[in-house]
């Protein structure tokens, strides 16, 4: 778990913050829990740069997959707003997709319930090919073969998205760039290494204060003993 600044000597632009875990078979994952870039370093780049620098970093540790929540809203001024994150459409121009079941229902149903009930905010065409790109059954679920980024392939996503207030999880998978280091073995091995051997060592700390348990049982029926016998020889 480790956050960041990006900042020059004397202005912090941005503020990064990320966790990684390793899960029981060795795979090692990161999550983007959060990156806010100050506002006068809006539309710089800081945050593309970052990240993708962040990936050639993930790659050498021998990460498997980047998960993150995408969020996405507006902020009121007066009778107008303005958006003010676009994460929700951010992850999925980037190489992300839904992380789960869930994650994709609540995508396309933003998408399908603007084209129902708000049809202006799309073009015709915007409209026909989206729509296309999708079906939903009698239940009222979402299947598709397009990716995240297909579906928001239209001028107002991001602020339909923001106004909304929408949340997606998503995922990237990373683990094709794996290197190795150091000992010629991966991060992700030397680290499920790490684990295993934690693991053991708990375990025999288990067993040796167990067995300290049983000596000291052993030892007090032992000393009870020797004091019943010594009683009935007197």
Request: with cysteine; glycine share 6%; charged share 35%.
């Amino acid at each position: 778990d480790w956050s960041s600044d990006v900042c020059s000597s004397d202005l912090t632009i941005a503020t990064a913050r990320r966790t990684i875990t390793i899960d029981e078979s060795g795979s090692i994952s990161v999550n983007h829990d959060s990156f806010t870039v100050r506002k006068a370093a809006r539309g710089s780049g800081v945050a593309s740069e970052f990240n993708a620098r962040n990936e050639s970093l993930y790659r050498a540790m021998g990460i498997d997959e980047i998960t993150t929540q995408g969020s996405s809203s507006v902020t009121a001024t007066g009778i107008e707003t303005s958006v003010v994150s676009k994460g929700a459409t951010h992850w999925p121009r980037n190489g992300f997709t839904w992380a789960d079941e869930g994650a994709k229902q609540n995508f396309i149903r933003t998408i399908d319930d603007a084209i129902r009930d708000e049809p202006g905010r799309f073009s015709d065409e915007e409209r026909s090919r989206i729509s296309s790109l999708y079906k939903r059954d009698r239940n009222g679920q979402f299947s598709t073969d397009a990716s995240a980024e297909e579906l928001v392939n239209f001028a107002n996503a991001d602020q339909l998205f923001a106004e909304k207030g929408v949340t997606i999880a998503y995922k990237r998978d990373i683990s094709g760039g794996r290197r190795e280091r150091g000992d010629g073995r991966s991060l992700a091995d030397r680290l499920s290494d790490t684990v295993r051997r934690r693991r053991e060592n708990a375990s025999e700390r288990r067993e040796a204060r167990a067995s300290r348990r049983m000596a000291r049982r052993n030892e007090s029926q032992d000393r009870k003993s020797t004091r019943l016998n010594s009683s009935h020889r007197t």
